[in-house]
């Protein structure tokens, strides 16, 4: 079982054989819950009370938030089990197979992304704990905890699925149990009058933080759900998949939150903080004892995430058309990741800023891909024909122009109702909120990111009532009599 661990994972894109087809829906909870259990989780209490509002108004939101898109990424992850080939393969049946390259390519931005931010965090947490351990916290501690960072994330995306489903393993019990430790370490420093004292927000500010919520949990995950399930045995459970899918992510998310949302709701100096340097923020909170042991749950929770990330950016880099190995794939995106972390740490400024306008700017056209293939999976009562999600004169088509429409008209919608200020990058955002009477860029709704909410609606909705009939006549089509071989 070690050697086959220690194995380069061969498969890429291609449909997962009969013969390779493991597992059960509950092996899904190791690599779900081990990429959420991250005391990052426990930043994003900081985030969510930004939007102005009260405790009990984040707490909503963030349960809400949280179920919700967790919910739509398990939803997408039966789709896995029915191709048995990854996600970004599946929405061609959608899209069209050269159609299907817009999605794949914004869904390839967001998983480098995610991979850099995570990286980067990591390496943060691991010169901010050497400081306060006197062993220095400067560029050289930077470097080596870059490298450290950078290597087993690599090393994880370049061997493949079992190393990884098998580290997630491990990780999940490490985090977990250390995450524990630091709660009831921390605990002394909730202050329960000051919490509860929050003012509470507007309409606005609760759309705002609910949309946030959205963005930074299931919708960045809903890219790459199938991406785990695909290696399940078709006779697997979708309600099964779905639901422990959606748990493993909604669980450590939910609890992180929430104690997130009592120690940055007590303290607005540590709130404050939070927001130039999330992880190490918390460290002013933990005895010195505890500094290495808090390192190795930021660093693994971290790790976990990112991972994922590069597994299946690479993934999505050979969807696009890259002919190369999948592992040659998880090396190019490393290569990217590195120059990214390397900008972030030693170049940029307010990682607050950057990181929201990321989440929010990208979020907009996966919420419309999302919405496509939500309806999409919704309206099939079929398999796919997997060797025909290859070839172009297949059932699925070359491009299937409404629904690459629809997730161009839901970006520039959606772009038209978001806002993010702090990131000079983004000034061009928010030009609808004027025009349509909700006050113009500074009015009372420029920071609800109604664009989110839009575009994933616009997806869904009329693909789901307009796409029915074409998706009827590519499960009555007949089977082609030479499909493309499967790569």
């Not at 899904?28 to 108004?57: C, E, H, K, M, R």
């Not at 938030?65 to 996600?87: D, E, N």
Request: glycine share 12%; proline share 4%; aromatic share 10%.
């Amino acid at each position: 079982m070690t050697d086959h661990l220690l194995q380069i994972e061969v498969n890429g894109i291609n449909v997962i054989s009969r013969a390779e087809r493991k597992g059960r829906p509950r092996d899904l909870f190791w690599p779900w819950f081990a990429a959420n259990i991250t005391v990052f989780g426990l930043s994003y209490g900081s985030f969510v009370l930004d939007f102005g509002i009260s405790f009990w108004q984040a707490l909503a939101v963030g349960v809400a938030g949280i179920v919700m898109s967790t919910a739509l990424c398990g939803f997408i992850a039966v789709a896995g089990k029915r191709g048995s080939a990854p996600t970004m393969v599946l929405s061609r049946a959608a899209f069209g197979v050269r159609g299907n390259k817009l999605p794949t390519a914004i869904a390839w931005l967001v998983n480098v992304g995610w991979e850099t931010v995570l990286v980067v965090l990591a390496t943060l947490a691991i010169a901010t704990v050497s400081g306060h351990l006197g062993w220095g916290g400067g560029p050289l501690t930077k470097v080596t905890a870059l490298v450290i960072a950078v290597v087993l994330t690599i090393v994880g995306g370049v061997m493949g699925f079992d190393l990884i489903m098998r580290m997630q393993m491990v990780i999940t019990v490490v985090t977990a149990v250390l995450t524990v430790m630091f709660l009831v370490l921390a605990a002394g420093r909730i202050h329960w009058a000051v919490v509860s004292g929050l003012r509470a927000g507007s309409t606005q500010d609760v759309i705002g933080g609910l949309v946030f919520v959205m963005a930074s949990f299931g919708l960045g995950w809903t890219i790459m759900a199938a991406d785990y399930s695909r290696y399940l045995p078709r006779r697997s459970s979708g309600a099964g998949i779905a639901g422990w899918t959606t748990f493993a992510i909604s669980l450590p998310s939910v609890v992180l939150l929430l104690f997130g949302l009592l120690l940055a709701g007590s303290s607005a100096g540590l709130n404050k903080a939070i927001a130039n340097d999330p992880i190490g923020a918390l460290v002013v909170l933990l005895p010195t004892w505890f500094l290495v042991p808090f390192a190795v749950v930021a660093v693994l929770g971290l790790i976990a995430g990112s991972v994922l990330d590069i597994y299946s950016s690479g993934l999505a880099l050979l969807t696009l058309g890259l002919r190369a190995p999948r592992w040659v794939a998880a090396l190019i995106d490393g290569t990217l990741m590195t120059g990214g972390a390397i900008y972030v740490v030693f170049v940029a400024g307010n990682f607050l800023a950057q990181f929201e306008g990321f989440l929010i700017t990208l979020g907009v056209p996966v919420a419309g891909w999302c919405g496509v293939m939500l309806a999409d999976i919704a309206t099939r009562r079929a398999d796919y024909r997997e060797p025909e999600l290859f070839d172009r004169t297949g059932r699925y088509g070359d491009i299937r122009w409404f629904p690459v429409g629809l997730v161009v008209l839901a970006s520039a919608i959606g772009w038209g109702l978001v806002t993010n200020s702090a990131a000079g990058w983004l000034s061009w955002q928010g030009y609808l909120l004027g025009p349509i009477g909700l006050g113009g860029k500074t009015g009372a709704w420029a920071y609800a990111n109604l664009g989110v909410l839009v575009a994933l609606g616009l997806g869904f909705l009329p693909a789901l009532l307009i796409s029915r009939s074409s998706v009827r006549i590519q499960e009555a089509a007949p089977a082609l009599s030479a499909a493309a071989s499967v790569p």
